[in-house]
């Protein structure tokens, strides 16, 4: 079963604009991950956040985690056309078993 | 380059026939999984294996079946047991294993359809 869900399911912004998308999951976790998927390809690791991280950044991406909340957000700064794509979280509670949700459509538009 | 090759990219199957999908890494990773993904949903763990010799079923795991004879190989079969096969499939790989668990590397994926 899903552990994560994605929220919104699809988001469409203008080049330029900064896209957030939610994650909420169930149970206690190691770890989050965050996945990008090109349509018809594998899956791509974006960022790794653990447990006792509230925040973490890699290039124009932001993602934070609020275990308390059960919660975590992609924030992608200054879009590109490039970053079309569906984003998925995932959610490692430490044995080896990541749970996926159903992901985020986001389109950028030039 | 190192990663996970996935083969066939695309593969036809009549109703009734097993046809089994490759997966190989040359990453040395011992951890490797099998997921399922269909339009609009998250992936789903069919298996997944951390050392050779050694496979665990994921959720759902009925109608598959897998081997782990080499470290760099994974082969998922799909059965005729399998209800409804058509779907996209993922196969990937980790370095980590228990208890320790990190990122997954996947390959670019098989979609199998049954006609």
């Known amino acids: 079963s899903q552990q994560g869900e994605e929220d919104p399911q699809a988001l469409s912004i203008q080049e330029g604009e900064n896209a957030t998308m939610n994650c909420s999951y169930k149970t206690s976790i190691n770890n989050l991950q965050w996945y990008r998927q090109n349509s018809g390809r594998g899956l791509v690791h974006l960022i790794l956040i653990r447990s006792n991280e509230r925040e973490k950044h890699s290039g124009r991406l932001r993602v934070t985690l609020d275990t308390s909340k059960k919660s975590s957000s992609l924030l992608i700064t200054a879009s590109r056309a490039a970053d079309t794509a569906s984003y998925f979280c995932?959610?490692?509670?430490?044995?080896?078993?990541?749970?996926f949700g159903a992901g985020t459509r986001l389109t950028v538009k030039p | 380059d190192g990663g996970i090759t996935q083969s066939p990219k695309y593969l036809f199957r009549k109703e009734g026939q097993n046809v089994t999908l490759s997966c190989e890494q040359n990453?040395?990773?011992?951890?490797m999984y099998w997921y399922r993904q269909d339009p609009g949903q998250g992936l789903r763990l069919i298996y997944y294996?951390?050392?050779?010799?050694?496979?665990q079923k994921g959720d759902i795991a009925e109608g598959y079946s897998v081997s782990r004879e080499k470290k760099e190989s994974f082969p998922l079969t799909v059965t005729s047991a399998q209800k409804n096969p058509t779907a996209f499939y993922l196969c990937?790989?980790?370095?980590?294993?228990?208890?320790?668990?990190?990122?997954?590397?996947f390959g670019e994926g098989s979609r199998l359809t049954v006609l």
């Open positions: 294996s951390q050392i050779v010799n050694d496979f």
């Open positions: 995932a959610t490692d509670a430490g044995n080896n078993d990541m749970r």
């Open positions: 990453l040395n990773h011992d951890a």
């Open positions: 990937a790989s980790s370095p980590w294993r228990r208890p320790n668990t990190g990122e997954l590397f």
